[in-house]
Structure formats: C-alpha cells, structure tokens
C-alpha cells in the first residue's frame, strides 16, 4: 500500500491485446487505428449534431450481464442491452415528473427531447429498449445500475427516482427540490442567473455605502462601541475549532441544495438487525441522505408483482456539504460486493450475521454510522488549513505481495487539491498521501477514475491519460501475451515441391516447418524475457552437475 508507481499512455496508444512490455512508455506510440480494426463498432457517433442535449453524462455499465445505462442533459434515461443480432423494435419512452406536480415551480431551460414511436432498426451490440425521461429536463447528475435485480436509480437538481426495467414501470419519485432553490429551475442556458446575481450584488453595494452614511455622524465612541458588538457577534456565529478551516460556512439558503451527488443500491438492515432488506440510498448536494426501503417480489413473481418502496432512513449532516459517496461496511468491516460478482465467485458473500455500518463521504470529512439505528460512532475530518475538498473516491483492496490470502479494504480519496490519500476501513484513518496531479488540472481531476484493485487514471490532455497505482501487488506495467505472426502463404505458393513428392506433401512439410519455427521463435522469446524459465533452466543444470558429479565419485570408488 506504500508504493505508487504511473505510468503515461496515449489514447491513440491501443495496438489490440497484444502489448509489448513498458521498458519505457515513450516508444508505446501505436495507432487507435488499429484497435478500431481488430473490434466491430458498437453505436454511432454523429459529428454534425450541434444540440447540446444530446450530449451524455453519466454512464453504467455491468459486465456481468451486458446491460448499460447512459443518461445525458435533458433529462434522459437509456437501457441497453448488449445483442449479437440486429433487431427493429419500438423503445417504450416513460415521463416521470420530478417535482410531484408541486405549484409554484416553473422550468425555464431547454426542452425535453421528441420521443420516436415508430419502430427502429438497430445495428448488432448495444440496443436501447427502455427510456426514462425526466421532468423537468435537466441534466442527469447521478446514475446507478443494478442488474441482479433491474434496477436503474436516476437523480437531477430537483429529485432522483428509481426505475424498473424489467417491467418497464416507475417505482417511486422523490423530490428534494427546496423553495429557496429558485436558480435550479432556470437551467443551464438561462441567463436568469447571471442577471439576478448583478441585481443583488448591486443592492448589496447600495445598501453599504447608505450604512457608512449613517454611520459617518456618529461619534467615535458609538463607532468603537458597534465595531465590537459586530466583531463578537461574528465570533459568536462561527463556533469554529481553534484549528480554523479555509472554506466558507455554508447555510440552508445555499442554491442547489436539493441537487443529487450520489446513489447506491445495498442490501443491508434498515428496519432491525435480523432481518436485511434491499435499499436504495441517495447524497444530496445539501448534506442530506435519504434511504428507501424496497421490496422485491420473489424470483418466480418477478415479472408479475410490482416492487414497492417506502421510505426508512434521513440523515442530515450538520455541516451540510455534499455528499459525494455512500458504502455500506459488512459485519467484517468490507464493503459490500457489487451485483453478481458473488454468483461469478468473484466476491466473498457479505456477513450477513454481525452488524453493519453506514459510511458517508462528503466534501469535507467521513462519518460512519450504526445500522439500523443510525448512530454517529466516528468520524474522520478532512478539511484544516489547506482547505481540501473531496472530488473523487472509490472503493479499493489491498492485496498483500508476500501473502495471496492477506489483504485490506481501503477507500481512496481525491481532493481538490490534487492529492490522493487512503483511508482505511472500518476505522477512518489515514495510511498514506501522496501528491498525484496538479492542482491547476481541473480536467484531470475531474475526470480521475479508481480502480478495485487501487489503481487510477486521469486525463492529462484530450487525447492522453496517465495510469497510476497506489497497490503493491497490482502495478502499472501490463501483463502482456505473447501472440505468433500470421503465415502469410506467398512463401509455399512460390515455392516448387521436391523431386518425387507431390505438391500436397510438400505444402505439408513446409506448413510444419513453419510451425516449428513459429515455436522455436515463442520459445526463445520465453527464454530471454521469463526470468522463471530462466531460473529454473539454471536449477536443473546445477541439478545435472551435481548428479554427474556424484556418478564420477561412485566410479572412482568403485
């Protein structure tokens, strides 16, 4: 965990599976060419689409079963479904209204994009066959998938909804739109904005300049006196630690508030530690989580019975930064393993028997929580003097590279500031903090990725990304194959068959020729580039020494 290691690619640097070992990345200069040679497209990309709702978002995607979502700015909600075959069928389009029919509310953005009811031809691979559209059309901030029991949770500026794409039907809506929120429903094409934030700053410079008129005729005692009423009202207000942090305090009349950061799906205790319950969590922008009980109708009534939700669970955080992630701790203290990987044994089942914990990541610290009661037990604050703010975080193991069996969870954190600091699991302590990117990159950070392996990457350009690592066991530097040049056959075709021996017999011979080369070439390579083998050649000579040199002292004694 001690040990972090990068290295630079390109994204035009994909020659296929076939990489040579990274010696030194600067001559890893392929074509993306070639990758787009050697793999089917999959979609279609128009170059000449200008409309900028169009434009996608958030995506999720399970391996697991070839579902993929992709939401976008207006509002909407693609299901796909990974297919070999082309197929023409209608996507059925359904209009979930965000804010309830809640009076006193009025969308001021672009509109929402024209559904197609005729059917559609789609090409092999991803075909969309369900569509959520929100209302109002605004950009899709948080998107979660979950395809064991086809779910796809939705969140924007003014709510966030749960979808069931099986049976092609809206679950439950919840707005968290709140009333001093009154930019979220301009949009963001609207103007509105910028004129009401003129507006008040310029009855703000006008109410100033009459206090300090007011004030210029009062005497210097008065002045003293006011001066030092404001400063311990100030003082009174903030109840801040002696170690004083370098971000704003924020209020309840904040804009955004009720904009969706987060959402996750875990199968935890909500009502009592007996019996665990599917549930659906969701991060505000406010400092507020909300949870959702659900249930799931048995696997023989899935398509039949309806899934209901009701809500359990809110937690406002007192601080009310962003939430930016939600993990649910296992009796173990692991983190719950994603959908299917347990039915693909690649995940240990979760400990169903001890009691679970809530962790919730804002921007400015982590707190964990007792479930089902949801008790504050620790806490871990981020934010001091340097004023970091938390951007990015994802869920890692820690393999050990002396052990195969040992191995710790960790959750990895990027700030604001470029850093890139561990913290470990259940405890909420810090292990390590490295400096990672630039604090000027503002792209590279907001487009950095974590891996479950404790790996990450980064755009450093449009067209390039850096890969680093923060594990041990799992580094930078690829595994490669090993893969046999292609017979080109212009060499036997030109080539005449010996005397006395047919054509065939001779295409036979020189086809195994071939191969013996093919593999004398792998074999060689293995030989100079597997230190293994090496090792291990060396072994058995230092073996056949030895057992030549006891055979000559028999001799000699006998």
């Known amino acids: 965990m001690r040990r972090r290691t990068r290295t630079r690619w390109r994204l035009a640097d994909f020659s296929g599976i076939c990489l040579p070992p990274l010696q030194?990345?600067?001559?890893?200069?392929?074509?993306?060419?070639?990758?787009?040679?050697?793999?089917?497209?999959?979609?279609?990309?128009?170059?000449?689409?200008?409309?900028?709702?169009?434009?996608?978002?958030?995506?999720?995607?399970?391996?697991?079963?070839?579902?993929?979502?992709?939401?976008?700015?207006?509002?909407?909600?693609?299901?796909?479904?990974?297919?070999?075959?082309?197929?023409?069928?209608?996507?059925e389009a359904k209009v979930v209204d965000l804010l309830q029919g809640q009076e006193g509310f009025r969308w001021k953005g672009?509109?929402?994009?024209?559904?197609?009811?005729?059917?559609?031809?789609?090409?092999?691979?991803?075909?969309?066959?369900?569509?959520?559209?929100?209302?109002?059309?605004?950009?899709?901030?948080?998107?979660?998938?979950?395809?064991?029991?086809?779910?796809?949770?939705?969140g924007t500026s003014h709510g966030f909804g749960l979808y069931d794409y099986q049976q092609k039907n809206n679950v439950f809506v919840k707005c968290t739109l709140n009333p001093s929120d009154q930019l979220a429903m301009e949009?963001?094409?609207?103007?509105?904005?910028?004129?009401?934030?003129?507006?008040?700053?310029?009855?703000?410079?006008?109410?100033?300049?009459?206090?300090?008129?007011?004030?210029?005729?009062?005497?210097?005692?008065?002045?003293?006196?006011?001066?030092?009423?404001?400063?311990?009202?100030?003082?009174?207000?903030?109840?801040?630690?002696?170690?004083?942090?370098?971000?704003?305090?924020?209020?309840?009349?904040?804009?955004?508030?009720?904009?969706v950061r987060t959402l996750y799906f875990a199968d935890t205790f909500l009502s009592d530690s007996s019996h665990n319950t599917p549930s659906l969590w969701a991060?505000?922008?406010g400092g507020c989580v909300f949870a959702y009980m659900l249930r799931l109708p048995a696997?023989?009534?899935?398509?039949?019975?309806?899934?209901?939700?009701?809500?359990?669970?809110?937690?406002?955080?007192?601080?009310?930064?962003?939430?930016?992630?939600?993990?649910?701790?296992?009796?173990?203290g692991a983190p719950l393993p994603e959908p299917l990987e347990v039915a693909h044994d690649l995940a240990r089942s979760p400990d169903m028997q001890g009691s679970h914990h809530l962790l919730v990541i804002s921007e400015e610290q982590f707190k964990v929580f007792t479930l089902p009661k949801v008790?504050?037990?620790?806490?871990?604050?981020?934010?001091?003097?340097?004023?970091?703010?938390?951007?990015?975080?994802?869920?890692?193991?820690?393999?050990?590279n002396r052990s195969e069996d040992y191995g710790e969870s960790g959750l990895m954190v990027l700030t604001n500031q470029g850093d890139v600091h561990v913290v470990s699991l259940p405890t909420v302590k810090m292990q390590?903090?490295?400096?990672?990117?630039?604090?000027?990159?503002?792209?590279?950070?907001?487009?950095?990725?974590?891996t479950k392996h404790g790996q990450g990457f980064y755009l450093i350009s449009p067209s390039e990304f850096e890969r680093f690592s923060l594990s041990t066991r799992h580094l930078v530097e690829p595994r490669c194959l090993v893969e046999v040049p292609p017979h080109s056959g212009?060499?036997?075709?030109?080539?005449?068959?010996?005397?006395?021996?047919?054509?065939?017999?001779?295409?036979?011979?020189?086809?195994?020729?071939?191969?013996?080369?093919?593999?004398?070439?792998?074999?060689?390579?293995?030989?100079?580039?597997?230190?293994?083998?090496?090792?291990?050649?060396?072994?058995?000579l230092e073996g056949d020494q030895m057992s030549l040199l006891e055979n000559n002292v028999k001799s000699a004694v006998a």
């Open 24 to 91: 030194s990345t600067k001559n890893f200069r392929p074509s993306i060419r070639d990758v787009l040679g050697k793999y089917s497209e999959v979609g279609c990309f128009d170059p000449y689409s200008d409309d900028p709702r169009l434009g996608i978002q958030k995506i999720h995607l399970c391996k697991y079963s070839g579902y993929l979502t992709v939401a976008g700015t207006a509002g909407q909600i693609l299901v796909l479904e990974l297919n070999d075959e082309a197929a023409e069928q209608t996507v």
């Open 283 to 285: 991060g505000t922008n």
């Open 490 to 540: 212009t060499s036997t075709q030109n080539r005449r068959p010996p005397d006395g021996a047919s054509s065939a017999h001779g295409n036979q011979g020189q086809d195994r020729e071939d191969a013996e080369s093919a593999a004398r070439r792998v074999m060689e390579h293995a030989l100079l580039n597997d230190e293994k083998v090496l090792q291990e050649i060396q072994k058995s």
């Open 187 to 259: 949009g963001p094409l609207s103007r509105v904005k910028s004129i009401k934030k003129s507006l008040r700053q310029s009855f703000r410079r006008i109410r100033r300049s009459r206090v300090s008129l007011r004030k210029h005729h009062v005497n210097n005692a008065a002045k003293l006196q006011d001066a030092n009423a404001r400063l311990e009202a100030e003082l009174a207000e903030m109840e801040l630690a002696p170690v004083q942090r370098k971000i704003e305090a924020r209020s309840s009349d904040d804009s955004f508030t009720g904009l």
């Open 375 to 400: 008790s504050a037990k620790m806490k871990l604050k981020l934010t001091a003097m340097d004023g970091s703010r938390v951007r990015r975080v994802g869920v890692a193991w820690f393999g050990s």
């Open 110 to 154: 672009h509109t929402r994009l024209d559904m197609r009811e005729e059917p559609v031809l789609f090409p092999p691979g991803f075909q969309p066959f369900a569509l959520v559209q929100c209302q109002p059309p605004a950009v899709v901030t948080a998107l979660t998938l979950h395809s064991e029991w086809k779910l796809v949770a939705f």
């Open 299 to 332: 696997v023989e009534h899935r398509a039949d019975e309806p899934i209901t939700a009701q809500p359990a669970k809110e937690i406002q955080l007192m601080h009310r930064a962003p939430v930016v992630g939600i993990v649910v701790l296992d009796g173990h």
């Open 432 to 450: 390590v903090h490295y400096p990672c990117i630039r604090r000027e990159d503002v792209s590279g950070i907001a487009s950095c990725v974590f």
